[in-house]
């Protein structure tokens, strides 16, 4: 029999005694006169006072999770407080650990709501709509981290008997072991890394410890754990400092002496861990043999073009080839134009793109100049009845002009260059959110030989938050990763800041040096500790009145990059072996979640245990009372 058959079976007599009473509690029922005045006092009473309490509760909690999603995207660009997200989600724990998982999921969807609405609002600069779409979206995942923070804790931190025993008991309960704690604050941590790698999956962008991409001593630990490592210190730290609060309120609640915060003391050891051999690596790193070479990067600030006209397209043309024909009698050993510079296909037919080929041949032979140009590219369809293949690719010419590699976009942008899963929508929405260009995705990692010695692993905008293309490339030989990439959807906002922060943990993860060449801003060379370490655009240093790096100023210009590429590079352990670390904190979650179900049953033994005892006790008193 289940626990509400026995509850039933228990309170049946008693619920018999009531219905046998009827008779009585109706003859000595008041008159109707006497009720209708009860009824008016009640009306003229003054309200539900617990009630306003436990509304202005949640009014509060509402607002605290509000304002803490928000301090985890002031960690974010522009704003850039790394110290915030190492404090942001307390309140979102401390919030849910003593409710039931669904009103813990709803206080992690609103914390969520805040962060990815504030996070993603520069998606406004394509739609004003975006950023209340995806900001629900996003939510979710956090939510879902919430609602097993109450799980977890009375599955792995709670003892069954201290849980039946009631509500104030779970709550003054301390005498919990260190390894349950740090077993419990680790699978939470590793929780939440499983979850964002759930949404990278189609939004791989503002991990949380993306946050942490100025501090390089600490993300050297991405050779071997990815950025995923980065972000279970930072939950697992706010968890800990949660913990310790805790164990100190209920210290002054019974009185007792507080215990040392053991788990804290250790998280805060391996930060300090960590961050000591980071700085180690940084310091002591010898570089490897290395062949230089100097790049000529071309930032042409054209506007968003997408549906470009003649006159546009070929503004956009002779721009490009105005900075690059300043630039080459410098004679840098390559020219690299950005994403889709021209806004028309090398190889289309139009009147244009004839004018693009001549005047870019032209430009290269005169010069004796290799190219390297992001531009669209069309390849002849299997079903002629279909029009031609769309690619958004990297074309590579020798210095006589010739056409001598390519590499075509493999990860495309969902809803920007393509609609996922249109097949299976109706087609009114489809036509809603497309975009008019539905791109097909290339199919190589393989890496285009720019020069003798340096082969480049090629990412398109978008693809370089995304650490599988970066390491499929190192795997097939890459020496050089070089980004393309086209900002201009967002000339005002923070979008380009975040990009980048987002792309320099792949020069870490492959210990690869990064040459990116950007449109409208971030055209720069990032070391493989993730140092920014020159770019197109400089400015005078206050203290110095040297030219430095100015990485994020937008505008026109051309500059020659000297860069240092490593010959015959060791592949890193993040390289050879991926997301190991992940799958580690997948089995955490697997052992976190194991252990919950198993307190849970242990949990309905003991109640079944005591329910049994307590009948026995019943039977016993009545057959006293008979005798």
């Known amino acids: ?84 997200s190492w404090i942001a989600i307390i309140p979102l724990y401390w919030i849910a650990r003593d409710k039931q998982p669904f009103r813990a999921w709803r206080a992690g969807w609103v914390w969520g709501l805040a962060w990815g609405f504030t996070s993603f609002y520069w998606l406004r600069e394509i739609s004003p709509v975006i950023p209340y779409l995806i900001g629900p979206v996003i939510a979710l995942y956090i939510g879902c981290w919430s609602a097993a923070v109450p799980l977890f804790r009375r599955g792995i931190l709670v003892p069954a008997e201290i849980q039946l025993a009631g509500c104030q008991a779970e709550q003054n309960y301390r005498r919990v072991s260190i390894p349950r704690e740090l077993f419990f604050a680790a699978a939470l941590a590793g929780w939440w890394c499983v979850l964002e790698s759930g949404r990278s999956t189609m939004l791989p962008w ?37 913990m310790a609060v805790q164990n100190c309120i209920k210290s002054r609640n019974t009185q007792e002496k507080m215990p040392q915060p053991v788990p804290l003391m250790i998280t805060v050891s391996i930060l300090l861990t960590v961050i000591i051999f980071g700085a180690a690596s940084i310091l002591t790193a010898k570089p490897p043999p290395q062949v230089n070479f100097t790049a000529a990067l071309v930032q042409g600030d054209i506007s968003q073009r997408r549906n470009a006209d003649n006159g546009q ?107 996922p899963f249109r097949k299976f929508l109706p087609e009114f929405i489809a036509k809603l959110i497309d975009m008019n260009r539905d791109l097909t995705p290339g199919k190589s990692f393989s890496p285009l030989k720019i020069l003798p010695g340096v082969n480049a692993g090629i990412n398109i905008c978008f693809e370089d938050t995304f650490p599988y293309v970066s390491t499929n490339e190192a795997r097939r030989g890459a020496n050089l990763l070089l980004v393309i990439t086209n900002d201009a959807w967002y000339p005002v906002s923070c979008e380009p800041e975040q990009h980048l922060a987002n792309c320099v943990f792949r020069s870490i993860e492959t210990r690869l040096p990064m040459l990116r060449c950007g449109n409208n801003s971030a055209s720069c060379l990032i070391m493989p500790s993730g140092l920014i370490a020159d770019a197109v655009m400089k400015k005078a240093d206050p203290q110095t009145g040297k030219q430095v790096p100015d990485v994020l100023q937008r505008g026109r210009a051309a500059g020659i990059l000297k860069v240092p590429v490593p010959i015959n590079p060791q592949p890193t352990f993040y390289t050879l072996h991926g997301d190991v670390f992940l799958y580690c904190c997948m089995l955490l979650t697997m052992a976190a979640s194991i252990a919950s179900m198993w307190s849970r049953r242990q949990k309905k033994v003991k109640f079944n245990e005591m329910f049994d005892e307590s009948n026995s006790q019943n039977k016993s008193e009545n057959g006293k009372t008979i005798l």
């Open 313 to 419: 397209a070929l503004e956009a043309l002779d721009v490009y080839m105005q900075l690059s024909e300043v630039i080459v009698p410098q004679k840098p050993n390559i020219v690299i134009w950005p994403e889709t510079a021209i806004p028309y296909p090398f190889r289309g037919n139009n009147n244009l793109c004839w004018e693009y080929r001549s005047r870019l041949t032209d430009f290269i032979k005169r010069n004796q100049q290799p190219m390297l140009v992001g531009t669209l590219d069309l390849e002849s369809n299997f079903d002629r009845n279909q029009p031609p293949l769309l690619l958004n690719s990297a074309f590579l010419f020798d210095n006589n002009g010739r056409f001598s590699d390519k590499f075509d976009k493999v990860q495309r942008v969902p809803f920007g260059e393509f609609i």
């Open 1 to 84: 029999m289940n626990i509400a058959g026995k509850l039933q079976a228990r309170y049946r007599k008693d619920l018999q005694n009531m219905v046998s009473n009827t008779n009585d509690v109706k003859e000595n029922a008041p008159p109707a006169a006497a009720l209708l005045n009860e009824t008016e006092q009640k009306k003229n009473r003054p309200g539900n006072e617990a009630g306003k309490i436990r509304f202005s509760t949640r009014l509060i909690e509402v607002g605290v999770l509000l304002l803490s999603g928000m301090l985890m995207t002031a960690s974010l660009p522009p704003l850039n407080w790394s110290f915030s």
């Open 206 to 242: 503002n991990y949380t410890g993306s946050s942490q991409w100025q501090n390089l001593p600490l993300i050297q630990i991405c050779e071997y754990t990815g950025v995923y490592g980065i972000s279970f210190l930072l939950v697992m730290l706010n968890i800990t400092i949660g």
